[in-house]
């Protein structure tokens, strides 16, 4: 069962931007929080955003603070993350999920399923 899908990726120069969206399933969409997460070749996987299911509160990793923006079209069951001011460090595949707000971060729900991500490539 598709739960989510991801685009927007991409490759682009250091200081560059992009827009990726995620579009999920009205279930999983309304089940609460949604967010993003990225993960680098041989790193863990990494807190991005999160955005709760009224688009009132908004968390970021410390990384990526004043730099990225999620938001949420409940219209489209859309989620968004823009990306501005990119880094090389911020090259790695993202990933969209729901989950439960835990304390500044989103704690994917263990049954979600994943999708194939975006791979976003920043070169310098």
């Known amino acids: 069962q598709v739960q989510v899908v991801e685009s927007g990726g991409g490759l682009v120069q250091a200081g560059g931007s992009l827009r990726l969206s995620c579009v999920a399933s009205?279930?999983?969409?309304?089940?609460?929080?949604m967010g993003w997460f990225r993960q680098a070749p041989g790193k863990a996987r990494e807190f991005v955003a999160a955005?709760?299911?009224?688009?009132?509160?908004?968390y970021y990793g410390d990384s990526v603070k004043g730099r990225f923006t999620i938001s949420r079209d409940g219209a489209k069951n859309t989620v968004y993350l823009q990306m501005n001011n990119l880094e090389t460090e911020d090259t790695a595949v993202y990933y969209c999920?729901?989950?439960?707000?835990?304390?500044?971060?989103?704690?994917?729900?263990?049954?979600?399923?994943w999708g194939q991500g975006t791979q976003v490539t920043v070169s310098s």
């Open positions: 999920t729901s989950g439960n707000l835990a304390g500044r971060a989103l704690r994917p729900y263990p049954d979600f399923s």
């Open positions: 009205t279930r999983t969409f309304n089940s609460g929080s």
């Open positions: 955005i709760n299911w009224s688009g009132t509160q908004t």
